[in-house]
C-alpha cells in the first residue's frame, strides 16, 4: 500500500500552519515560530515522516524542531525513528505506560504481517514528558499542550491562542469520535475534553481525520453524544444485553450522523466499531 503524503492549508488559515497529510490515513500538522518550529505527529512510518520532512524542505531546518506526539497511537507516533538525532519528542506522561504496554508492541507485528511497510518501524517514546498542561512558548505564537483524555488516557491537544486555533487531533472528529473503551468513566472523559474544546471559543478546530476545520465539528461531536445517550436511555435493560443493538433501527451509525459520499466501506467500518464502542460507554455510563 502506498500512502502519498502532501502539504495543504484550509482557507483563512494563518500561514505559518502547514497540514501534512498522509492519503486518507491522518494529518500531522507543522508550526513555524520565531523560535522554533513544531511536529505535531510523526505519521504512521518513518518514511512518511522522512518525506515530509523533506517536502518541508527549508522551512524544516531554519530553526530548532519540536515534536509532539499527541498520543501513542500507531498512526500518529510510528514516524518517531525519522525524527531521532533531529529534535527533541514531547509527550504526555500516559503516553509512556501506554508505551510499555505489551499490546503496543502486539498492534506493530499484526500490522507488519499485514503490510511491508511497517517492517521498518521502530517503536520510539518521547524525549520529555508531562503531567496536565504544558506551554511551548514561540515569541509570535504560543502552543498550549491540553491534556484532553476520553480518545485514549494520554491524548492532548494544541491550543495557539494568538490565532484561536486549536489542533484537536483525535479528541474531535468526523463523522464521530471513538472512546476508549467501553468504560463510563472514559466516555466522561471524552465528553469533557470535547467541552474544554468547544469553551476555547477557537475559530478554527482541526481534527488528524476528517479533513475539516469547522468550529462546528465539536458541537456535532457533542451533539451526538447527547442523542446516543437520549436514545440508550429509553431502552430497557433486557435490551443493553443485546450484541446486535448496534445494528437495530435508530441505533445504527447512519442513524445519528450523515455519512459522507464516497466514504471508504474500510473507513465506514471503521466507524462503526467506534459507535459500538461508544453506545457500549453510553449503556455503562446509564447504569452506574
Same mark, same amino acid.
Given at each position: 500500500?502506498?500512502?502519498? +503524503? ?7 488559515? @494563518?500561514?505559518?500552519?502547514?497540514? +501534512? ?18 511536529? =505535531? @505527529? ?12 523533506? &517536502? ?42 501506554? &508505551? ?12 507488519? !504481517?499485514?503490510? #511491508? ?9 518521547? !524525549? ?8 511551548l512558548h514561540g515569541g509570535d505564537l504560543s502552543l498550549e499542550l491540553i491534556h484532553t483524555p476520553? *480518545? ?17 487531533? !483525535?479528541?474531535?472528529?468526523?463523522? =464521530? ?7 463510563? !468513566? ?22 488528524? *481525520? ?7 465539528? +465539536?458541537?456535532?461531536?457533542? #451533539? ?28 445504527? &451509525? ?35
Amino acid at each position: 500500500m502506498t500512502i502519498a +503524503v502532501k502539504l495543504c492549508s484550509y482557507p483563512g488559515l @494563518d500561514d505559518r500552519i502547514t497540514i +501534512v497529510r498522509a492519503g486518507d490515513e491522518v494529518d500531522s500538522v507543522f508550526v513555524r515560530t520565531e523560535k522554533f518550529n513544531v511536529l =505535531i @505527529d510523526t505519521l504512521g512510518t518513518p518514511e512518511l515522516c522522512q518525506t515530509a520532512l523533506n &517536502l518541508l524542505g527549508e522551512k524544516a531546518r531554519d530553526r530548532p524542531l519540536i515534536v509532539v506526539n499527541s498520543h501513542m497511537d500507531w498512526d500518529h507516533f510510528w514516524g518517531n525513528a525519522a525524527i531521532i538525532g533531529k529534535a527533541p519528542i514531547i509527550a504526555h506522561a500516559a503516553a509512556l505506560e501506554r &508505551l510499555r504496554d505489551l499490546s503496543c508492541l502486539q498492534t506493530l507485528r499484526e500490522k507488519a !504481517d499485514q503490510e #511491508a511497510r511497517f517492517r521498518s518501524v521502530e517503536l520510539v517514546g518521547p !524525549d520529555i514528558t508531562f503531567s496536565g498542561s504544558t506551554i511551548l512558548h514561540g515569541g509570535d505564537l504560543s502552543l498550549e499542550l491540553i491534556h484532553t483524555p476520553g *480518545h485514549t488516557p494520554d491524548h492532548i491537544a494544541v491550543w495557539i491562542p494568538e490565532i484561536r486555533v486549536c489542533l484537536a487531533v !483525535d479528541a474531535v472528529e468526523h463523522p =464521530i469520535p471513538e472512546v476508549w473503551s467501553e468504560n463510563a !468513566d472514559d466516555l466522561r472523559l471524552l465528553r469533557s475534553s470535547l467541552l474544554r474544546i468547544r469553551d476555547l471559543n477557537a475559530q478554527f478546530i482541526i481534527p488528524a *481525520h476528517g479533513m475539516r476545520s469547522s468550529p462546528s465539528t +465539536v458541537d456535532e461531536n457533542l #451533539a451526538y453524544f447527547e442523542t446516543l445517550s437520549d436514545r440508550v436511555g429509553s431502552l430497557n435493560e433486557g435490551q443493553f444485553a443485546d450484541p446486535a443493538l448496534s445494528r437495530s433501527p435508530g441505533l445504527r &451509525l447512519q442513524d445519528f450522523v450523515p455519512l459522507p459520499n464516497g466514504m471508504a466501506a474500510q473507513t465506514i467500518e471503521f466507524y462503526e466499531k467506534c459507535h459500538q464502542t461508544n453506545l457500549r460507554a453510553t449503556i455503562s455510563a446509564h447504569k452506574d
